[in-house]
């Protein structure tokens, strides 16, 4: 289990504290530059502790490359609180049964909680899916950070973007490399506490949203694969 965190000090106990941890190898929390209690509490709670330099897509990627070499199977949450983990053996199962390399937990497919992503959130994950679908033949309805992918399917994977448009860039890459994708519904609730980095105001929406826009239009332009 990989937790990008930044400033999370008054969730990341509570989501360590729903974590099985005897279902998992191990939980990796990445400090994303945090001025908070957020590692401190974290490594209390029996979590690995690692730090990153800032950037969501920076920290998602050194979980991954610090995950014991143990782990054939990669999954990243949130550590706000609001991805529900008790939704994990049905977003694993089914790579452990060797039905899919790479599994989404699609919020829109689920049951949301009241004010827990807002109508741009929604829109976007929206018209983003139908983009995907109509270039790449493959049908998101969301850029959840609930998900898991094989390791040695994301070692294939040339990913490069640092930043929040980490998730878009993965979706778009297994799509390119032919990866066996699945959706599933997953339930999302509000975040426990602080701030999204995301959506907690105007500047973090836009600056969000121009490096989605980034990550679709390198996309558009990027040759594919050469198929074996």
Do not use: H
């Amino acid at each position: 289990m990989i937790i990008p965190a930044l400033n999370e000090a008054e969730s990341i106990g509570f989501v360590l504290g729903e974590m099985p941890w005897a279902r998992i190898a191990e939980c990796i929390v990445v400090d994303n530059g945090s001025t908070d209690e957020t590692a401190a509490i974290a490594r209390a709670a029996g979590a690995r502790v690692i730090e990153s330099p800032r950037g969501y897509g920076a920290a998602c990627k050194a979980g991954a490359d610090a995950a014991l070499a143990t782990s054939d199977i990669l999954v990243w949450m949130d550590g706000d609180g609001s991805d529900i983990v008790a939704d994990l053996d049905r977003l694993v199962g089914p790579i452990e049964r060797d039905e899919a390399d790479f599994v989404l937990g699609s919020r829109l497919r689920g049951t949301r909680e009241k004010g827990s992503m807002t109508p741009w959130q929604v829109f976007a994950d929206w018209f983003v899916g139908v983009l995907l679908w109509f270039t790449r033949g493959v049908r998101y309805t969301d850029m959840g950070p609930f998900r898991a992918m094989r390791r040695s399917s994301l070692a294939r994977l040339p990913m490069t973007e640092m930043t929040y448009g980490w998730n878009l860039e993965m979706q778009i890459e297994a799509c390119q490399y032919k990866l066996r994708i699945q959706e599933i519904a997953v339930d999302y609730r509000r975040r426990i506490g602080g701030e999204s980095k995301v959506s907690g105001n105007i500047r973090a929406s836009f600056v969000a949203g121009v490096r989605i826009v980034g990550v679709l239009l390198r996309a558009r332009f990027k040759r594919r694969p050469v198929e074996a």
